[in-house]
């Protein structure tokens, strides 16, 4: 796997390449320090007439990027490569605008490290992130003052209370042998609780799944 990494700060470089290593040991990171390098690194290798990276993780506010069209402009270039956007901005309405122009991830530099390497996975694996500030697509209006407050259904009513204690082990990062010993299964009982649990969330990877925990706001399911 190889991934461009583009920032003009050398502590974000570092940091990213180290998080990309964690999703994949053999992965060769290309560091990029403005938009106009990034540009040029993009030219000398897809001279060959192919893209020669699988992801690309840059900042919005480096020398060289003039706007958004920019960043349209590059996610056009390199498309299917997928490109995600890593940066300090926290408005939901700028979260909105980037997300527009056809990136598939904007994560907040206030991100915790185990997410990252977790979208970072999904976004390879095909899927796209938008931060929970920005609510879950279809998500219900917030009520008007002084309304009565309504049960609102979750994503995660389908599952049995097992199911929940799974996933909320999941969600730590324990492995199946671990959520076993943790809860006294065996581990094809575990497996079977795993595969319930993303055919209920209609996911299809614990990835996924883990990340709808993070989404919900929510520390614990159960």
Do not use: C, W
Request: hydrophobic share 45%; proline share 5%; no cysteine.
């Amino acid at each position: 796997m190889q991934v461009l990494i583009a920032d003009d700060h050398s502590i974000v470089r570092s940091g990213l390449t180290h998080l990309v290593g964690e999703l994949d040991e053999q992965a060769t990171v290309v560091a990029a320090t403005s938009f106009s390098q990034l540009n040029a690194i993009l030219d000398s290798a897809m001279q060959g007439g192919g893209a020669a990276f699988d992801l690309i993780v840059m900042d919005l506010r480096m020398p060289g990027l003039g706007g958004l069209d920019d960043v349209e402009a590059l996610v056009r270039r390199v498309a299917p490569v997928p490109v995600a956007i890593f940066s300090m901005i926290e408005s939901p309405d700028e979260m909105r605008a980037v997300l527009s122009r056809g990136v598939r991830a904007f994560i907040p530099k206030s991100t915790d490290d185990v997410l990252v390497v977790n979208i970072l996975r999904l976004v390879m694996a095909g899927g796209s992130y938008v931060p929970p500030v920005l609510g879950m697509p279809g998500a219900p209006a917030p009520a008007a003052a002084g309304a009565p407050r309504m049960a609102t259904p979750s994503i995660f009513d389908g599952l049995t209370r097992r199911q929940l204690e799974v996933l909320d082990l999941l969600a730590q990062g324990l492995s199946n042998q671990e959520i076993g010993e943790r809860l006294g299964l065996n581990l094809s009982t575990v497996k079977t609780h795993v595969t319930g649990v993303l055919k209920a969330l209609g996911v299809g990877s614990r990835t996924q799944a883990v990340l709808l925990v993070k989404e919900s706001g929510r520390d614990r399911l159960v």
